[in-house]
């Protein structure tokens, strides 16, 4: 079993409403899970995000608190909700309709890593799953509302960012012929996840920093921005996803030679997203 369901990086002084997550660069491969799947420990990681909170652990740096994931997505997804259960994985567990995450494999216990490789050789039960959602799923997720609780105690308001990373075939089908590929995805489920003016200001600092950027094609958003983008009530949620191959080398799950220039243009990206709401005065000191 992994040893933490999430590490907390907090800002000597907390300055913005903002909160960076990222939910899948957990990576305590325990060796009793390991021993339970088919794959090597080099294919389990293929549907991590490796890497992603190296690139976002500045954030406290600049007064915003970081949350990570400490339990692999190939263990526990805390991109799904947690009654997404795979009756093709889970003992006991009955088909209630048609999710095509589930159907996929990819439910809150996932069933195959990247490129649709089966992650164990039959069956696991429904106590073990449910272990891990109690263990690490909600655990996270408890943390990330507290975070943002306390962000719009503060200043009115909370944004989330939370930190994703896409294989660089992702974009094939919707980059556009003739133009530079997009290299970052915003995703706000086409408005109703963030206000407009919020995902303005993060797509400014993307391109500011010499980032390609496109909205929610083809990732919109999935469970985390689902169950936490509020605008009207102002909190809200913005998924992030980057280009792997900017920053690393993705067969062998490695940064490659960019990677410190990535993280340099991404410190100026959040040195710049964590300025969202500092006109505010925070409301403790009202």
Known sequence: MPNTAYEVLHPDRNLSCVVFASPHSGRDYAWSFLRKTVLDEQAIRSSEDAFVDQLFDCAPRYGAAFIKAGAPRAYVDLNRSPDELDPALIEGVRKQGHNPRVASGLGVIPRVVANGR????????????????????????????????????????????????????????????????????????????????VVDRIEEAFVSAGFVVTRNTPFAGAYITQAYGRPSRGQHAVQIEIDRSLYMNEALIRPNGNFEAVKSALERVVAQVVQIGQGRVPLAAE
Request: net charge positive; hydrophobic share 40%; with cysteine.
């Open 118 to 197: 089966a992650i164990y050789r039959g069956k696991i039960s429904a106590a073990e799953a449910q272990h891990r959602i109690d263990s690490f799923w909600h655990p996270y997720h408890r943390m990330v509302q507290k975070l943002l609780d306390q962000s719009h105690t503060r200043y009115g308001q909370a944004v989330l960012i939370d930190c994703h990373s896409m294989p660089h075939e992702a974009m094939d089908s919707t980059a556009r012929m003739g133009a530079r590929r997009p290299d970052v995805v915003l995703g706000d489920r086409f408005g109703a996840a963030a206000s407009g003016e």
